[in-house]
C-alpha cells in the first residue's frame, strides 16, 4: 500500500457495492459510484438514511458491512486517515483549553506545523481571528462549528495551499452548515469551491441547498 506523494497527489474515491447497518438492521445497501478529483459529491436523504454513517464509513471510523470503499492517490491506494479529513458534528475540542491551543493540538497529532500566524489566518477565513485566546467552552455552538472548520483548513493547509498542489486530502464534511449564519455558510461555500478549483475533492451532507461554486458535480440520495 502506497503512501500518499506530497503535495502532487490527486485523490479518487472508487465505492463498489457498499452496506451499511445499524443494530443489526440495513440501513443502505449495493451502493457503487466513483468520485474523481475537483469533484462536489453532495450526499442527501432523510434522517436516519445513513448519511452520516457513509461518510464515517468513507473516513475509516466504522466498517461497512459489505462491499468496498478505496481511496487512490495517483496510482497507490492509501488508508482513509491518510486521504481524507473528517469533520463531523462532535467537534472534538477541550472546552478548558483556548481556541488557539486546541488547534494547535489537533495540529501536532496530525504531524503539521502550527505556528501562531498560521492559525491567526486560518480562524480569519471563518471570522474566529478576535476568539483565538478564548477558551472554547465559552464559544457559542456556531462559533464552536467555525472553529472546527478551521481545523479542517489548518489540518490540509500544507497540501492545499502549496502552489504544486493538487488539493490535499479530501475533505467529508457531515452537515458543515448546520448553526452557521448566512455570512459564515457563503464563506465556508467559498472555501469549499476554492478546495475544488485547487483540484480537491468534497463530499458533504446537506439537507439545504447550498450555492457552491463547482465544476464538477454529483448527487447522491440515500
Avoid at 448566512?182 to 464563506?187: E, L, P
Amino acid at each position: 500500500m502506497g503512501g500518499i506523494q506530497g503535495a502532487r497527489s490527486v485523490m479518487r474515491l472508487v465505492v463498489e457495492k457498499l452496506a451499511a447497518e445499524r443494530g443489526g438492521r440495513a440501513v443502505f445497501a449495493d451502493l457503487s459510484f466513483v468520485v474523481e478529483a475537483g469533484t462536489l459529491l453532495r450526499v442527501s436523504g432523510a434522517n436516519g438514511a445513513g448519511k452520516t454513517t457513509l461518510l464515517r464509513i468513507l473516513a475509516g471510523l466504522a466498517a461497512a458491512a459489505d462491499g468496498n470503499a478505496a481511496w487512490h492517490a495517483n496510482d497507490d491506494l492509501v488508508r482513509p486517515a491518510e486521504a481524507a479529513c473528517f469533520v463531523g458534528h462532535a467537534n472534538a475540542f477541550n472546552d478548558a483549553l483556548s481556541v488557539k491551543e486546541n488547534l494547535a493540538y489537533a495540529a501536532a497529532l496530525s504531524g503539521h506545523n502550527a505556528s501562531s500566524q498560521n492559525i491567526s489566518l486560518i480562524l480569519d477565513a471563518f471570522g474566529m481571528k478576535a476568539m483565538i485566546n478564548r477558551s472554547f467552552g465559552t464559544l457559542s455552538q456556531g462559533q464552536r462549528k467555525r472553529c472546527s472548520l478551521a481545523r479542517l483548513l489548518l489540518l490540509d493547509s500544507d497540501s492545499a495551499s502549496n502552489s504544486n498542489g493538487r488539493g490535499g486530502r479530501a475533505w467529508l464534511l457531515d452537515e458543515p452548515f448546520v448553526a452557521l449564519d448566512v455570512d459564515t455558510q457563503a464563506q465556508l461555500a467559498t472555501v469549499i469551491s476554492a478546495k475544488l478549483v485547487a483540484g480537491g475533492l468534497v463530499i458533504y451532507t446537506s439537507h439545504q441547498a447550498v450555492d457552491i461554486h463547482a465544476a464538477n458535480t454529483q448527487e447522491i440520495l440515500l
